[in-house]
């Protein structure tokens, strides 16, 4: 089964701006797109109409700009978390509109896009009103974060490497590293990083280890390796106004009052002025 780009709409500026981010993608990926519009079903039959109507016209101007594309159109009605979830879950990538520097916004209140970045078992790209197709110009690269083993990051690296395949673009692969405390320490630790040449080098290694499956795999994306002792959230952020894209794993803490995503997540995808992709671990 061929799985959509899937961009959600509610009329916004944000939302406009992400579907013509995910009509790019979806032409470059050769996929379809599906536009929907999540939320709870109205009794006044002449808005409903409107939402009906302003999809369309939205579907049309897409079609106008990307001929070739396929493009279908819903109304999800019901819990906007729990429908944007399920269209994320047959998609290849679910986008929504945020606001800079802010929450996302629109259908998306509160803790309801957090909600839907933590839940969603696919990528979610999270768009600005500001972006334009220029931002996505050559030079822009890739951004990804990488921490821990290989398979820690797996997901974020594959998901990173394939858009810039497809973009003809370079990644920056960023791992960040702190000293660690006196209690972190160990016969074992210490033996590895002795064995490295000390803890900037075993970093360096690390992400040696993690890249290596994804150079071989595509040996034509131009690869900067990124190592700075730092929290992952600023070393990141600090590369952030050369990017096209950010691209960041994704950890979820669970609590009586919701699912939240990660501190690194949550400030990259609140202060990076590129769309940001968060990915699920797979």
Known sequence: MTRPITVGADGTAESLAAVHWAAREAVRRALPLRVVHAGEKSDDEGRAAGVREAL????????????????TTDVIDGDPVEALVAAADEAETLVLGSRGHGAIVGFLLGSVGQQVIAESTRPVVLVRAEDRAESEAAGREIVVGQQGGPEDSAAALKFAFETAAVRGAAVRVVRAWSLPTVFTYSPGSLKLLDEAGGLEPYEQKALAEALQPWLERFPD?????????????????????????????????????GSRIGSVAHGVVHHAPSPVAVVPPT
């Open 56 to 71: 369309a016209q939205t579907a049309r101007e897409i079609t106008g700009r990307h001929p070739g594309l396929q493009v």
């Open 221 to 257: 994306v131009p690869v900067t390796r990124h190592v700075e002792m730092g929290s992952a959230g600023e070393v990141l952020l600090s590369v952030a106004a050369g990017a096209q894209l950010m691209v960041v794993g994704r950890r979820v803490h669970r609590s009586a009052v």
